[in-house]
């Protein structure tokens, strides 16, 4: 079993829809968790991290944990079509190590 | 905010060359990544640094080097690039090892 997986996509939403990605993970140990937003031909940029259960708010994105069922998500309200882009989850291990999902692409359709 | 720059977007090189990747960040972290990511495969962990003349092997270390002489500063060096390098390349760096990384815009480098 892969350490983190992620639905590589694409989807596909209306716009003002609410979208909502996640990542699966298979090692309890995992402390925080990120999320990272990519435009095309562009690096990761950095969205949100949280290190505890339950759910953290940042204007239309919402994060949230839940650890006992290993799994991770990402809310995204009133979608606009400048969210398309591919989101990466990414989790640190006790051994200092960022283990990042491979990403789902996510368009919002005008 | 952190910037972490590339210095170049796109390279074309030729197979058997040595290629030099240079990336720089300003806000004094104390580590430093390179990374390669291909469709299908994610990003993968080539090396990083975690202190001046520092370097650890990531996941994928075989066929490059790195350097790290000043603190902004980490080269990824192609020691013979060889076409299974052609790749977009992304730098990261991060104040600990335990913080988020921050990314550049990333180098696609063609190898033909």
């Known amino acids: 079993q892969k350490e983190v997986e992620q639905d590589p996509g694409p989807l596909s939403v209306p716009e003002g829809a609410i979208v909502s990605l996640n990542c699966t993970y298979s090692?309890?140990?995992?402390?925080?968790f990120m999320w990272y937003r990519q435009y095309s031909r562009k690096g990761p940029e950095l969205l949100m991290y949280t290190y505890s259960s339950g759910n953290k708010e940042d204007g239309r994105f919402t994060a949230q944990v839940d650890k006992s069922s290993k799994y991770i998500s990402l809310f995204i309200r009133d979608s606009q079509p400048s969210d398309s882009a591919t989101y990466l989850c990414?989790?640190?291990?006790?051994?200092?190590?960022?283990?990042f999902g491979k990403g789902t692409r996510l368009h919002i359709l005008p | 905010d952190v910037k972490v720059t590339q210095s170049s977007r796109y390279l074309v090189k030729r197979t058997g060359e040595k290629v030099f990747l240079e990336c720089v960040q300003d806000m004094d972290h104390e580590n430093m990544f390179w990374y390669r990511q291909d469709p299908g495969l994610g990003l993968r962990l080539i090396y990083f640094s975690y202190d001046v003349k520092m370097k650890e092997k990531g996941d994928i270390p075989e066929g490059y080097s790195v350097s790290r002489e000043k603190k902004e500063r980490f080269s990824l060096i192609l020691e013979s690039a060889s076409t299974n390098q052609t790749s977009m390349y992304l730098c990261a760096s991060s104040y600990t090892l335990r913080q988020p990384q921050h990314f550049g815009d990333g180098t696609r480098l063609s190898i033909l």
């Open positions: 090692n309890s140990a995992f402390q925080y």
């Open positions: 990414a989790m640190l291990a006790r051994d200092d190590k960022i283990i």
